[in-house]
């Protein structure tokens, strides 16, 4: 059987035209508004608390809008954005080493291989100074100079310092910004927040996304909620790979719903690997712990020069140690892209010079920024990140060199999505991680917050309105057949996993899922890979449904089913990931095939046949994914090999 | 390592609720706690009794979600650590470790160990934030701050909203929780205008949520995993009682 098929291409992704500074404003003006005393009559539903969801349901609100907000934390202030840990991009060139919006657009198109839309990034870079503006208002305690103006310091894939921070929990303080503004919302009565409350169906009537079907995580009661839009701001799916930096609770199932109800799932395969993480340290793992990027500004990473050199790293003397992202890459050196770090920290390990107990690790070492800028200067910059360091591993980074290893961090794939951030079906909106749309294969540092921000502050609010001016839309309540069938689809599925009662934990599956997505479709992927991890999805799969044992009933607090719920969605994800992953015939960003690399092990583009979004339009179950070709054309940034040699 | 735990067990908010005592055995010094107790649960479906709840999320120590009071000690014994990076080389092979949810009258129990945090949003619903609608925003230069007021406002900031401080304070009080988003706004000057209808807001929700009084007992900022100090809490009080001792509607006061 064929693994998918070919559809029509998308002609249309709804992108101003004319010069690309001036797409944006174009859009806003053209876009209808909805009168003040309208917007009150309009509900639109808000799926996730974190940088986009947040800060999307507070401007609605204060915009005049009724708004529902639903999180499955129990409270919108934990969502996983307060992980953020290095800071957020924008053009503000306070710094005078010549930032701009354009050069902001540039390195972002450029970061992500050239598989991005160029006019949604350009749209990005503009608002991000915007985005700075609005966090300073609302009080965030970003890092300052003495002389009480904004510092800023440097990331990966850029040559100026545009990354703006608080300390190492900068995702924290810009989330807690915008939590704070919904919560000034809910004060009000104009938002109304549903914690512990986890969407398992889209409603769609009459072809438009109208409502959501939800269970009550405390009570385990599952009810329809209406609304004339809904937006998506669900996160990412990292965790179809069990061990990631996401958290615990973040999956895939909003958006795996929405996609089974019509809406094109993009670029699957685009996983972002993160290159400094702390290793493994045996099976009990239940995640992976981020080491900020911005470490890579003073550390320097590298390995011994010789194989299965099992000395203290302090004695290896500076003759026997290979810088190798330094030694390779001159000119960023340890500033390089995720992806290009990532993976020569997984080459050098491959010959067998990694180090630590599972050889699957590299050093990241500070000895030489301490002597030059004194142990204090290490400390205010990055003490919180050693000390979290030193809590999980029992090691000292001021002492000894810090070990990490490359973990799955963030999915640059998600929801198919048009400039104005709607998805293939009408009404329903996705922004944030969830959505695919703006960091192509690879994101850049510190840009997740910023694309986060720029949704749900500056994009969605204009763009929401123009499909609104329409409404509001007919009534519909919980007897409509299209809401009856929703949910009964989610209480028969959840009847389904607790009747199995079988003889392994979802944990189990899950762990197992993840090793075989880390194997064959994580760093590098091959067509042989990626062929029998299909198989064995599909296999393993099956026996989830027939052998999964979830305790306890769907009356109340049951986090076996919770976890049941999402892995079992996880599993269809997996199988299109590794779909899309083969059918990729070329390298890009964190998309690695063995068979695509240049001479010097580069990633290697073939602009020629994929330079193209794969948006995946959902069929049946187990009956093969139809694909649709979004072409990407460059007009103001010329294709070229990335390099940062 | 084997260890010996006595859990809370409770089945729902009606339920009494009783400890339990569960033998786990070869536990790795190089696990999380909440990584132990994973260990705990598997074994527990698999032999066909209900798992232990307990909230977590990112296990990374910035959520705030997990909490639980261990051998007595909100977060347990390692300072400035929150429970799901408390690492069990912090114990000893052969060790009884009690494990309780958060106890507080504004956070009733909806399962063993889990816990209904939601006073902690209505505090910060009722002012604890500055009124900037989107777009509305001046450039972020225009209003230089010193350094010493933004890292002071960024350390009261770092709060991630645990409950630790409530669950570890015999009044069962959210001072330090209020505080110290009192703190980080009256530093700032965005923050001024509405630094004192804000304490007040803050103060009378933290009450009606029905949070004890501080006595200044100080167990709340040994048990912080972000080391929140004390002197929030003076800041409040300061910022409270000029605010209650003038008419907030009277321009220039």
């Known amino acids: 059987m064929d693994l998918f098929t070919e559809g029509d291409p998308i002609a249309d992704t709804r992108a101003p035209d004319g010069p690309i500074e001036t797409r944006w404003e174009r859009r806003r003006f053209e876009a209808k508004l909805v009168n003040p005393a309208n917007r009150r009559k309009m509900t639109v539903i808000v799926v996730g608390t974190g940088l986009a969801g947040g800060s999307a349901a507070a401007t609605l609100a204060e915009q005049g809008y009724r708004v529902r907000s639903y999180c499955y934390q129990d409270s919108p202030r934990r969502a996983h954005s307060i992980a953020a840990q290095g800071g957020i991009n924008a053009a503000k060139n306070y710094r005078n080493d010549g930032d701009s919006v354009h050069r902001l657009f540039y390195d972002t198109v450029k970061g992500g291989d050239f598989r991005s839309r160029e006019s949604n990034v350009h749209r990005l870079a503009e608002v991000s100074v915007n985005i700075i503006d609005q966090c300073v208002a609302q009080g965030v305690p970003f890092a300052r100079e003495y002389g009480g103006l904004l510092d800023t310091r440097s990331f990966g894939g850029a040559q100026v310092q545009r990354t703006f921070y608080a300390r190492g929990q900068t995702g924290q303080q810009l989330l807690l910004g915008a939590y704070q503004a919904l919560e000034r919302q809910i004060g009000l009565g104009n938002v109304e ?197 030193e809590r999980i591993t029992g090691e000292d980074p001021y002492e000894v060199p810090m070990r990490i290893y490359p973990a799955v961090h963030y999915t640059m794939g ?114 042989a890979g990626l062929r029998k991890a299909i198989d064995e999805i599909r296999a393993l799969r099956d026996q989830f449904w027939q052998r999964v044992r979830v305790p306890g009933n769907g009356e109340g607090l049951n986090q076996s089913l919770e976890k049941a719920g999402r892995v079992a969605d996880f599993f269809e994800l997996a199988e299109l990931m590794c779909i899309d992953a083969l059918h990729r015939e070329e390298s890009c960003g964190g998309h690695f095939r063995a068979e695509h690399q240049t001479p010097e092990g580069e990633a290697q583009r073939d602009d020629d046949r994929f330079a193209y979004v794969a948006a995946w339009e959902f069929t049946a179950t187990g009956e093969p994914s139809v694909l649709h070709k979004e072409d990407l054309n460059f007009e103001y940034v010329h294709p070229t090999q990335r390099s940062y040699k | 390592m084997n260890l010996t735990l006595r859990i809370w067990r409770q089945s729902g908010p009606q339920d009494k609720g009783r400890m339990v005592t569960y033998q786990v055995d070869d536990v790795s010094p190089d696990m999380s706690f909440l990584e132990m107790l994973d260990v705990l649960n598997e074994r527990l479906i698999l032999a066909g009794e209900e798992p232990v709840a307990f909230d977590h999320d990112c296990r990374e120590g910035i959520c705030g979600m997990c909490g639980l009071m261990i051998n007595g000690d909100a977060h347990g014994p390692q300072r400035g650590t929150t429970a799901c990076q408390l690492h069990m080389r912090q114990f000893s092979d052969g060790d009884t470790i009690d494990i309780e949810p958060w106890r507080a009258r504004a956070f009733p129990v909806i399962k063993d160990l889990v816990v209904n945090r939601n006073a902690f949003d209505k505090i910060i619903a009722a002012g604890g934030y500055v009124t900037a609608p989107t777009g509305s925003a001046p450039e972020a230069h225009s209003v230089p701050v010193a350094k010493a007021d933004a890292d002071a406002a960024f350390e009261s900031a770092a709060c991630i909203g645990c409950g630790a401080c409530v669950a570890a304070c015999p009044n069962g009080s959210g001072m330090l929780f209020t505080a110290a988003k009192v703190t980080q706004l009256s530093l700032l000057p965005q923050g001024q205008p509405e630094r004192y209808t804000r304490v007040i807001g803050m103060v009378d929700a933290h009450d009606e949520a029905g949070f004890g009084g501080c006595t200044n007992a100080g167990e709340c900022t040994v048990v912080c995993p972000k080391g929140i100090p004390l002197t929030t809490i003076g800041r409040l009080n300061r910022d409270y009682l000029t605010a209650t001792s003038r008419h907030a509607d009277t321009p220039g006061t």
């Open chain 1, 193 to 389: 927040m549903n914690a512990r409350h986890e969407m398992l169906e889209l409603i769609v009537v009459d072809g438009k996304a109208r409502g959501i079907v939800v269970r009550d995580m405390v009570t385990g009661e599952i009810t329809t909620e209406f609304a004339d839009a809904v937006v998506l701001a669900s996160g990412g799916y990292g965790n179809v790979f069990y061990l990631s930096t996401n958290a615990k609770g973040c999956n895939v199932t909003a958006t795996w719903r929405a996609h089974r109800k019509g809406a094109y799932f993009a670029n699957p395969c685009y996983t972002q690997i993160h290159p400094t993480c702390i290793p493994v340290s045996g099976d009990h793992q239940s995640k992976l712990t981020l080491m900020s990027e911005s470490l890579r500004n003073d550390g320097r990473v590298w390995v011994p020069k010789a194989k299965d050199d099992d000395r203290d790293p302090r004695d290896i003397g500076e003759d026997e140690r290979d810088y190798y992202l330094e030694r390779i890459y001159p000119s960023f050196g340890n500033l390089v892209p995720r992806d290009i770090a990532s993976r020569a920290a997984k080459n050098v390990c491959d010959e067998g010079r990694g180090v630590g107990p599972t050889k699957l690790g590299v050093y990241l070492d500070f000895a030489d920024a301490i002597d030059r800028l004194g142990r204090k200067a290490i400390e205010a910059k990055y003490g919180n990140l050693f000390e979290m360091y």
């Open chain 1, 414 to 527: 998600g929801l198919w999505v048009d400039y104005d951030l709607q998805s293939t079906i009408p009404g329903l909106f996705v922004i944030g991680e969830a959505n695919f749309s703006d960091h192509g294969a690879n994101r850049l540092g510190a840009s997740a917050l910023m694309q986060g921000l720029a949704d749900g502050y500056f994009v969605l609010p204009n763009t929401v309105a123009n499909y609104l001016a329409a409404g509001p839309f007919e009534k519909v309540d919980a007897t409509h057949p299209a809401a009856v069938e929703a949910r009964r689809d989610v209480e028969d599925r959840i009847q389904r996993l607790l009747a199995i009662d079988g003889d392994r934990t979802v944990d189990s599956f899950h762990r197992e899922l993840g090793q075989i997505m880390w194997e064959h479709c994580g760093m590098e992927r091959s067509e």
